[in-house]
């Protein structure tokens, strides 16, 4: 299962994740700490995000690309996958749920630090929890010219074998719009982010994805 979350979130050998990430500066001239950042990570509503990937793989010729949405809400997270081909993962409370509707692949699960790292550090975000990111990865946050950047490292041995950091990135007045996962064995996922919509009216979408993710059927 650790194969399969990796590779769909984009990070880890075959797991790989967003959340909100909606990072805004006080001021143009403002320094930033992390605690003003995951401050205003905090969904109030369901955020919709647009995404890009691009997976550089040494053991292909060209980059893999894939796109779809996330819709962050209070509490969690989904990401659905439309190219180039329809799966779905989410992040609830302390679950891990995937499907592949191709495959007929479903999972549910515990989120463990141990294989869940990527899906621990977006929860984190999120929910702007400072307290579980901190429990779970070593923490470098810089201000750069106008913008800023979070680095989080895996701390626990087993994960750190498989990845080597998350780098999260945005513009100054802006939402994050880049997250960057590099892996041991050298491989780059990197996701390009531009959200499209908010509201209560994304309620109903959401709860038709946990429910499909969810469905026995």
């Known amino acids: 299962?650790?194969?399969?979350?990796?590779?769909?979130?984009?990070?880890?050998?075959?797991?790989?994740?967003?959340?909100?990430?909606?990072?805004?500066?006080?001021?143009?001239?403002?320094?930033?700490?992390?605690?003003?950042?995951?401050?205003?990570?905090?969904?109030?509503?369901?955020?919709?995000?647009?995404?890009?990937?691009?997976?550089?793989l040494e053991l292909l010729d060209k980059p893999w690309k894939g796109s779809g949405y996330f819709y962050v809400f209070p509490g969690g997270m989904i990401k659905e996958q439309w190219y180039p081909q329809r799966q779905i993962m989410a992040v609830k409370a302390n679950k891990l749920y995937y499907f592949d509707p191709?495959?007929?692949?479903?999972?549910?699960?515990?989120?463990?630090?141990?294989?869940?790292?990527?899906?621990?550090?977006?929860?984190?975000?999120?929910?702007?929890?400072?307290?579980?990111?901190?429990?779970?990865?070593?923490?470098?946050?810089?201000?750069?010219?106008?913008?800023?950047?979070?680095?989080?490292?895996?701390?626990?041995?087993?994960?750190?074998?498989?990845?080597?950091?998350?780098?999260?990135?945005?513009?100054?007045n802006q939402s994050a719009n880049k997250i960057e996962i590099f892996l041991t064995d050298g491989d780059r996922h990197v996701m390009q982010l531009e959200a499209t919509e908010r509201g209560d009216q994304l309620n109903h979408k959401v709860e038709q994805l946990l429910t499909e993710l969810q469905s026995k059927n």
């Open 1 to 56: 299962m650790f194969k399969i979350i990796n590779q769909f979130f984009g990070g880890i050998g075959n797991f790989k994740m967003l959340g909100l990430l909606m990072f805004f500066c006080q001021t143009v001239y403002a320094q930033e700490t992390l605690s003003s950042v995951l401050a205003r990570m905090k969904p109030q509503t369901v955020v919709k995000i647009h995404y890009r990937e691009t997976r550089y």
């Open 102 to 172: 191709f495959a007929d692949v479903r999972y549910q699960g515990e989120m463990e630090g141990d294989t869940g790292g990527q899906a621990i550090a977006f929860k984190g975000l999120m929910a702007g929890d400072e307290e579980l990111l901190q429990k779970f990865f070593q923490i470098d946050f810089y201000n750069r010219n106008k913008s800023w950047v979070l680095t989080l490292v895996p701390k626990q041995p087993r994960l750190a074998e498989q990845l080597s950091r998350v780098v999260i990135s945005g513009a100054i």
